[in-house]
């Protein structure tokens, strides 16, 4: 039996990493997908930090640029999809097209946020500079439409709202 993949999308600010956790929190046979970017390691988000010059699309089961830096998924998900396992991992749109043409079995959770919401919440975290949150809220205002499964509007501060809808579906699905 081979393991399901989702695939979670939404703006800077959506509340991707609250949503995954909380899914992996909260389904039996989750796990989540630690990605490799060429950034500096931080404390506020899981990630494996790769020197650009290091970085390599081939050794990667999904790779894509967003921002000026490139995001790996390793080959290590395909394997553990392989044998059954189940995954949540955080992409861009740009990459979604390629995602969902190596792994049949994806689904697309797209993750909803007014955008005076996604502002302040990416007022509040203070990661990206001011320059960097002007252009993170103008690609917001001009997302393109995508084909998602479920679409969860994660605008609630209470993340158990979003979560339980995601978990409910998650569910459902792993179940099939």
């Known amino acids: 039996m081979t393991g399901k993949l989702f695939l979670i999308l939404g703006n800077s600010g959506a509340g991707k990493d609250a949503i995954m956790d909380y899914a992996v929190n909260n389904c039996g046979n989750l796990k989540k997908v630690k990605r490799c970017i060429t950034r500096p390691a931080s404390n506020t988000e899981e990630y494996t930090s790769v020197k650009k010059e290091n970085f390599r699309h081939e ?4 790779s894509w640029e967003a921002y000026g830096k ?39 959770i797209e993750l909803t946020t007014p955008i005076e919401v996604l502002r ?57």
């Open 59 to 62: 050794d990667y089961f999904l």
């Open 70 to 108: 490139f995001y790996g998924i390793p080959f290590e998900v395909l394997n553990g999809l392989n044998h059954g396992d189940n995954y949540i991992v955080n992409i861009s749109r740009e990459a979604l097209n390629e995602a969902l043409n190596k792994w049949r079995g994806a689904y697309v």
């Open 120 to 176: 302040q919440r990416l007022n509040e975290r203070s990661r990206e500079s001011d320059e960097e949150v002007r252009k993170r809220l103008q690609r917001a205002e001009n997302a393109p439409i995508i084909r998602s499964d479920i679409q969860v509007n994660t605008s609630n501060p209470d993340v158990s709202i979003a979560g339980e809808k995601t978990v409910k579906f998650i569910q459902k699905i792993i179940k099939l």
